[in-house]
């Protein structure tokens, strides 16, 4: 890929992207996931991409839970997460979490949002570090964007497996796995 073409192509008013410009955090996410993502076909990357783009605020580096594109503190603490999460469940923003999977750390860190202790061991796999451990290192960016291209590989292989015994069965619902 001609990676200056493509940065070019990003910064085009008409992209519906960034509009004209890119900021150097958001270069670095994105040149952190094109590494990552070498050999990936260009729907698979441009799919990263555009999920890294969302689960970011746009920014392409990656973030805790609750941080927005508009907070000002883009690190707050654990505990501030923690409390954010607990505000917003009681208040009843969160009616798809039927039990808060953030009170033990496991919120949502990264380019992709990792949550539950068991994709945080999941991702530990992936990437050869004890994220159950040391959550904080899935804010890590090599980290972090190998976790969004493996996570993703593995997601659609899973898929294509799932898809194929569907076929194979005759089922026609569909379920996601997490993580």
């Not at 997460?81 to 033990?104: E, F, N, Q, S």
């Not at 570090?129 to 980290?143: C, G, M, Q, T, Y």
Request: charged share 20%.
């Amino acid at each position: 890929m001609n990676k200056a073409k493509f940065f070019e192509a990003l910064r085009m008013r008409d992209s519906g992207v960034f509009g004209t410009s890119l900021s150097a955090g958001q270069v670095e996410g994105t040149e952190a996931l094109l590494r990552a993502g070498d050999g990936l076909s260009v729907p698979h990357m441009a799919h990263v991409l555009a999920e890294v783009y969302h689960e970011t605020g746009h920014g392409m580096l990656p973030v805790k839970e609750t941080v927005f594109p508009y907070s000002k503190n883009k690190n707050p603490s654990d505990g501030t997460v923690i409390a954010r999460l607990d505000h917003a469940w009681a208040r009843g923003k969160l009616p798809w979490v039927k039990t808060p999977y953030w009170r033990d750390g496991m919120f949502g860190r990264g380019q992709i949002q990792i949550t539950h202790e068991y994709n945080y061991r999941k991702a530990s796999a992936l990437v050869g570090a004890d994220l159950v451990r040391e959550p904080w290192r899935a804010l890590a960016l090599p980290i972090s964007a190998k976790i969004a291209v493996d996570g993703s590989r593995l997601a659609c292989s899973q898929a294509r497996s799932f898809l194929t015994m569907t076929a194979r069965t005759g089922l026609t619902t569909i379920t996601p796995a997490p993580l």
